[in-house]
């Protein structure tokens, strides 16, 4: 399998829903962590093989230097969740870490995780094919419609 696709953790949803997870963008923290191409990201995911360290994102998985851009992820800053026209967007600002010395490569995607949540699983992205970078930043820019969009529709 390979890192081909982004999506939602449809156990966000479900555990929102059921209150078995209380996510809060205003107090929680939310780290995004890359991955290599040997990760195969599930969308159905129960909600145990969707966290951080587990399942598909299993750390032996994971794309990090150790010192720059952390095993576990960097912090998605300013977290946000709107719903307008009938759509819902989170965003958050653009991910970057490293400075002169970060050297990453093959990573093919992210995942955010809620690391107040025991790391419980938010989304994930697939980046297009493997980036990298040698003695500088690593960015992950956002789309300018959001990390992720949910469009709700009358049924």
């Known amino acids: 399998m390979a890192f081909a696709t982004s999506g939602v953790f449809g156990s966000l949803l479900e555990d929102a829903l059921e209150n078995t997870t209380a996510y809060a963008l205003a107090s929680n923290s939310f780290l995004v962590a890359l991955f290599?191409?040997?990760?195969?990201?599930?969308?159905?995911?129960?909600?145990?093989?969707?966290?951080?360290?587990?399942?598909?994102?299993?750390?032996?998985?994971?794309?990090s230097d150790g010192?720059?851009?952390?095993?576990?992820?960097?912090?998605?800053?300013?977290?946000?969740?709107?719903?307008?026209?009938?759509?819902?967007?989170?965003?958050?600002?653009?991910?970057?870490?490293?400075?002169?010395?970060?050297?990453?490569?093959?990573?093919?995607?992210?995942?955010?995780f809620d690391s107040t949540v025991a790391n419980a699983g938010i989304c994930f992205n697939d980046f297009g094919g493997a980036q990298s970078v040698t003695s500088g930043d690593f960015t992950v820019q956002w789309h300018a419609n959001g990390i992720f969009t949910i469009t709700f529709t009358a049924a």
Request: no cysteine; glycine share 12%.
């Open 67 to 112: 010192t720059n851009w952390d095993a576990g992820g960097e912090p998605l800053v300013s977290p946000t969740s709107t719903r307008a026209t009938g759509v819902y967007t989170f965003d958050g600002v653009d991910t970057t870490q490293g400075g002169a010395n970060t050297t990453l490569a093959n990573v093919y995607g992210s995942a955010i």
């Open 36 to 63: 290599n191409n040997t990760t195969a990201p599930d969308v159905d995911a129960a909600s145990a093989a969707a966290v951080y360290g587990s399942g598909t994102w299993t750390t032996t998985n994971e794309v």
